[in-house]
């Protein structure tokens, strides 16, 4: 026997509460787009000490060397923050998916629903702290140099013009 089909108000109340989720999924649209701007900023920087690793000998070199070190861990932390993210939206689709399919079908979805929905939140936590973890790498290896901090053009001149 077929069910019977919800009427427009079940439905209404399904959207309802499928809102929140799906506010959720803007925010988790919004920090994707922080982590792959992110990440396009790091290989950008890559690509270029790459050929400052090529080209560079010394000390130079071993600094360039350790940038890209630097450089290739954060790809890999900021490439777990965005794979948590995803997981995270796919188990919110899946909530809206059991919020509707349980109203249509008169299904009693409610456990499965709060699993998933927790499971969501877990992975987004997941994606944050490894965020966080990529934030503080980038912000340890992001100093100037002291022979930049202190250099003095006039002392350089004076020292070539004798």
């Known amino acids: ?6 009427q427009v108000s079940q439905v209404a109340q399904t959207i309802q509460l499928a809102l929140a989720p799906v506010f959720l999924l803007a925010g988790i649209g919004a920090f994707l787009n922080v982590c792959v701007s992110r990440l396009a900023r790091i290989i950008d920087r890559a690509r270029a000490v790459e050929d400052l690793v090529l080209t560079t000998r010394g000390k130079e070199h071993d600094r360039m060397v350790a940038e890209i070190r630097v450089l290739d861990r954060r790809m890999s932390v900021v490439n777990a923050s965005i794979f948590l993210s995803v997981a995270s939206a796919c188990a919110v689709c899946l909530v809206v998916i059991l919020l509707f399919a349980g109203n249509l079908f008169g299904a009693h979805l409610g ?52």
Do not use: C, D
Not at 1 to 6: D, G, N, R, V, Y
Not at 132 to 152: C, F, G, P, W
């Open 111 to 162: 456990t499965p629903v709060a699993i998933l929905f927790s499971l969501a939140m877990l992975l987004q936590a997941g994606a944050f702290a490894t965020f966080i973890q990529e934030i503080r790498l980038a912000s340890r290896t992001i100093h100037i140099r002291n022979e930049v901090l202190y250099h003095k053009a006039e002392a350089e001149e004076e020292e070539a013009a004798a």
């Open 1 to 6: 026997m077929i069910p019977a089909l919800p």
